[in-house]
């Protein structure tokens, strides 16, 4: 969880297929897709800390939405 810090933009790309995580258009789904130059592939980090929970959640929120 260190790598990922609260209001960053990060580009999350698979490493065996080379493809990044995408925002369908939708605004509702995810995909892979090759192209990284793409804000569907943005994505920025909010860390969210419930009352009486252990670990903060990190939540991803596209760029283009």
Do not use: K
């Amino acid at each position: 969880m260190e790598q990922f810090h609260h209001g960053h933009h990060v580009r999350l790309r698979s490493r065996e297929l080379g493809t990044y995580l995408h925002a369908d258009g939708d605004g509702q789904g995810v995909s892979l897709h090759h192209r990284r130059a793409s804000m569907n592939a943005a994505w920025a980090v909010h860390l969210y800390q419930p009352p009486h929970a252990r670990v903060p959640f990190l939540l991803l929120h596209s760029a283009a939405y």
